[in-house]
């Protein structure tokens, strides 16, 4: 594990799900749902609305998708 530093220096658009930092800044405009809901939850938790509206296919998404892993602090870390 390896610490990569604090959610507050992240500079990029991202997204949280599960304790995992999704990146989203490419993403976003192919986001079948429209770039604005993505853009209207920059830097929020968005594990309640995604298990809402979307399907178990695609959760691989979310892996795609990952950068690191937070902790409760907002601590960021990668497994290497």
Known sequence: I???GNIKE???EYLL???RVLKVDKWKNRH???RKIIMSH???NIEYFFNKI???ETYGILANL???WIDHKGVLYQYR
């Open 10 to 12: 992240i500079d990029f």
């Open 42 to 44: 920059i830097g929020e």
């Open 17 to 19: 799900y599960d304790g």
């Open 54 to 56: 979307h399907s178990n």
């Open 2 to 4: 390896k610490k990569i």
């Open 32 to 34: 079948p749902g429209s």
């Open 66 to 68: 990952h950068y690191c």
